[in-house]
């Protein structure tokens, strides 16, 4: 029961991570001030926080992301409370930010990533298809999932298209070892679908409605169209698979007609 909870709210366990690092760190600078000449700065047993504290997240199995997160977590709040920080670092933090989710304002979808056991339902999927099917990515973030499957099916060829300046530039040095894989910086809605077996997208509910014209005016017949949580209004699904993960995702399948 504990551990389905726990499975079920990630965040719980990031906290709980972060407790035990704290608890453990602190308890280490307290024998050092006692018994010690030597004594951490705060930034350096924050630092340490942080490392132990992704280190726990990785043993309870936490997705990669979060053990970023609680690796920057508390180090991020001593420098912010105590540091005096230039101006600059600021603005960089937004551009960053800018750079990384441009396609939040005009097209209304941010970044997030697909999951491992998305990965494994999608690799699963493409076993059906011939050895040497063509793959398309709508946005493919950093390139995380397509890099993943070109390597599984080194007979299949892979693209990704990414319009966010920096997502694409870490998808494309990402993807310069992987032959059957290719990155472009192009709009989704500029991309021709009609040679792709396989549509994949992670999107948001905002494009689906027109990516559904766009695929019926584009796709061949017996091709997929598959979409990672967002439905089509109006369009049942041919078939949905639950994800059982976190997000409560599902998988929603479109075979277009011959
Ligand atoms: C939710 S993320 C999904 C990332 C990746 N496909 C995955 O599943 O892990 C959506 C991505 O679509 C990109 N995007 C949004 N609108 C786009 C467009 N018109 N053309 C290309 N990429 C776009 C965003 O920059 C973002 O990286």
Redesign the pocket.
Known sequence: MVRQVLGRYPALLALLAQLGATALIGALVYLAAQFAVWRPSWLLAGMAQGLLAACLGRCFGLSRWWWWLNLAFVPALLALSGAPLPPWVFLAGFVLLLLLN??SFG?R??????GAKCRRQLAGLLTRQAPDFSFI?????PA??LLWLARQFPQAQFVG????PL?FAIAWLRSVPQSNCRIRYQ???RTDLSAFAVVYC??SPAPMAALWDKARGQMAGGSWLIS?SFAVPGVPADQQIELHDWRQSRLLLWRMPG
Request: hydrophobic fraction near 40%.
């Open positions: 441009w396609n097209e979808v941010p970044l997030y990533l697909s990515d709508l946005g493919c973030g995380g999932t298209v990414e319009t966010a997502t709009s989704l809605w992670f999107l990672n």
